[in-house]
């Protein structure tokens, strides 16, 4: 990315500004009637007064930041840096004006009079500009580190959770039914077989290319979905049944994260006991920015679960979006709802 650089003549004019203010201070010492003094205490004061300017500067930054929102100040927000100068001038200036009167009563020096407060004014200026520019410095360089681990992290995130998915759905359980499934019906129903397996075949290309996405189209999802949802239905016959109402336009344009509605199915059946006397009905439907999966509950006992599929993907879905996935469970019901994602 190529380097923006000051025009020459706002460099020139920093140059200017900043020699007119020196110049200007130098004609106003030189109108002193008494020459500035050296007193252990007075000079320790002047020093105070300058470390309360850049405290005052600091806190005012941060201030500004958490008003903001927590934002770190930037050059896109021109307030953070301006305001924080302006108070520290103007706090350097009432502390110079109380530390004159103090060097009047105890020196015997002048009163603080309108030279005094204009080079106080300038001294309070060129101070703040300084500090103020390296505490945004400071708070710049820190934020843009911050920013550089928030993303690697983020992606680390990303495909830890992907990863996840993957060892999920290629878990020996999952292969072992699926290749019973088609061991089955090999002889039973031929054509059938050689359906199963090609959606099968179907499912683990859509995993394998996708193992490392952060988004995919939802339709490409949806289709992958179904073919599983054919698959289960070959397995448990009547005993499974869809209710699908799913509208197109409501996924058109709009994204999730791979293999999340899979593996939501892929939960129902590890969590529910499906057989002639416990039949499932798995409802699939979409609304205006969500899809929805829901099922009634057969609970069967599921030896050290950790629900690890169910918390993948709401780790996905924190790294990657504000929207939150809702899941709600009642007696008799269910219901997960996952945000469509729409790119912009």
Not at 130 to 156: H, P
Not at 283 to 306: A, D, F, R
Request: glycine share 4%.
């Amino acid at each position: 990315m190529e380097e923006q650089q000051l025009k020459w003549y706002v460099r020139l004019s920093i140059a200017l500004a900043v020699s007119s203010i020196l110049f200007l201070m130098v004609w106003i010492f030189s109108q002193f009637k008494e020459p500035p003094g050296f007193n252990i205490l007075m000079n320790s004061l002047l020093v105070f007064m300058a470390f309360i300017c850049l405290e005052s500067i600091r806190f005012t930054q941060l201030g500004l930041a958490k008003w903001n929102g927590g934002r770190v100040p930037l050059a896109k927000d021109a307030l953070t840096f301006v305001v924080p100068v302006f108070v520290g001038t103007l706090v350097y200036s009432v502390l110079f004006y109380v530390f004159k009167w103090l060097d009047h009563f105890v020196l015997g020096s002048e009163p603080p009079l309108l030279p005094h407060m204009i080079s106080a004014l300038l001294i309070g200026l060129i101070l703040s500009l300084i500090f103020g520019l390296i505490l945004w410095l400071v708070t710049w360089k820190d934020s843009y580190y911050r920013a550089l681990i928030r993303n690697e992290a983020y992606k680390t995130g990303i495909v830890k959770a992907n990863l996840q998915t993957l060892r999920n759905q290629l878990d020996p359980h999952f292969l072992f039914n699926n290749f019973n499934t088609i061991y089955y019906l090999v002889d039973e129903n031929p054509d059938m077989a050689k359906k199963v397996l090609k959606n099968v075949s179907n499912i683990y290309r859509h995993i394998l290319k996708h193992s490392k996405a952060d988004l995919i189209p939802v339709m490409e999802e949806y289709k992958v979905t179904m073919q599983y949802l054919e698959v289960l239905k070959e397995r448990f016959g009547n005993a499974f049944q869809l209710e699908e109402k799913v509208e197109k336009d409501h996924l058109k344009g709009k994204h999730v994260p791979p293999l999340v509605l899979h593996e939501l199915v892929e939960n129902v059946i590890k969590h529910n006991q499906i057989d002639a006397e416990n039949g499932i009905v798995l409802k699939l439907l979409s609304s205006n920015g969500y899809l929805t999966l829901s099922n009634n509950l057969n609970p069967k006992k599921v030896e050290h679960s950790i629900k690890s599929g169910l918390q993948n993907i709401l780790a996905r879905y924190d790294l990657l979006t504000e929207s939150k996935v809702v899941v709600e469970k009642k007696e008799d019901c269910f219901c997960v709802r996952v945000p469509l994602i729409e790119l912009i």
